[in-house]
């Protein structure tokens, strides 16, 4: 976790100072004398649609898949397949896909009002099914301090991406709410698709840290459930 949150702070400390270069900077002058200005360099205006489409690709995706193999080392460290077992690992696959399928619908298509319906939908779900995940594990075995704060990236990941898409989609979820505007209830591929390179890393670090993992977990309970129903 404070490897996340120095990666957060390295992350605006180098927006900042990049901010900071392109406003000119004073340079120090002979006494007597004014302070010599020196002109930025020409750039090309700043694209925010561009920035927060990167910011999406290459940090809050990333910090989702972290923070589940963070989560899924939590529950091995509980001795999950002795305690909630079969049925919480169950909840986690749960969640795993209400996650993906708006990951996924994000990546391939269009964004428009019923991808956005999805994603809304999506993320509602996540929750409900998080509340009740962790409703029964508390019950029957330790959630430690270091779990709970795995679970806050967990929540507010999702929330953040749908944020950032509605924004950046935001007379498409104006429509869909009835506030002005014709909802685009087309679904479509996109029309800029995302790099092959990055579409192909992203899916193979998600089946290696999400998918991989959890389908462990399962496989652990539904193994020490067997034993234990043998030895009896």
Known sequence: MRALLLL?????????????????????????????????????????????????MGFVLPLWLAAGIADWICHRATDIEH????????MHLAMLVEAAIPVLAGMFLEVTSPVLALMLA????????????VSYAV??????PIEQHVHSFLEMVPL????????????????????GGRPDWSIRRKRRKLP??????????MAALEWGPYLEELWRDVRAS???????
């Open 196 to 205: 092959v390179g990055y579409v192909a890393t992203m899916l193979s670090l």
């Open 139 to 144: 019950t029957r075995r330790e959630v430690t």
């Open 160 to 179: 953040m991406a749908v944020s950032f898409l509605s924004v950046l989609h935001w007379p498409q979820l104006r429509a869909l709410f009835g506030f």
């Open 226 to 232: 067997s034993k234990a129903q043998a030895g009896r």
């Open 83 to 90: 305690t909630t077992g079969t049925k919480e690992s169950l």
């Open 122 to 133: 999506a993320f509602l779900l996540h929750e409900a099914t998080a509340l009740w995940d």
């Open 8 to 56: 957060g702070t390295s992350l605006a400390g180098l927006a900042l100072y990049r901010a900071g270069r392109t406003r000119g900077a004073r340079r120090a002058a002979p006494a007597g004398r004014a302070p010599v200005v020196i002109a930025p360099a020409e750039t090309a205006p700043m694209d925010v649609t561009e920035v927060t489409r990167n910011f999406l």
